[in-house]
Nanobody
Framework: QVQLVESGGGLVQTGGSLRLSCAAS????????MAWFRQAPGKEREFVAA??????DYADSVKGRFTISRDNAKNTFYLQMNMLAPEDTAVYYC???????????????????WGQGTQVTVSS
């Protein structure tokens, strides 16, 4: 059974940094496309960043501030978030695509496996 478990969320001041982790179990996701999404209160879940191999994709709102990476040996991927702002406050979710041959996607329905989410709160 595939499980994704996020960690690393918390409360941080504007301008601060956090590093989110997503540990996968039940399958080795070495070459699978993986992504981070987020959902702020009252808003729809939105794409943040994705990675497959050395290829990455970022939402314009986080480009230059967030970095997605992965550690295949640990079957874990990360989201380093710098220069955080109040508008980054949300529950952050990691997700993995079903098919290893799939490319990157910004669409929620393109991802088969999801974590439970971790809260990130940025105070002003």
């Amino acid at each position: 059974q595939v499980q994704l478990v996020e960690s690393g969320g918390g409360l941080v001041q504007t301008g601060g940094s956090l590093r989110l982790s997503c540990a996968a179990s039940g399958r080795t996701f070495t070459s699978y496309p993986m992504a981070w999404f987020r959902q702020a209160p009252g808003k729809e879940r939105e794409f943040v960043a994705a990675i497959k191999g050395s290829i990455t994709d970022y939402a314009d709102s986080v480009k230059g501030r967030f970095t997605i990476s992965r550690d295949n040996a640990k079957n874990t991927f990360y989201l380093q978030m710098n220069m955080l702002a109040p508008e980054d406050t949300a529950v952050y979710y990691c997700a993995v695509r079903q098919n290893v041959l799939s490319g990157l996607s910004r669409v929620l329905s393109g991802y088969a496996y999801w974590g439970q989410g971790t809260q990130v709160t940025v105070s002003s």
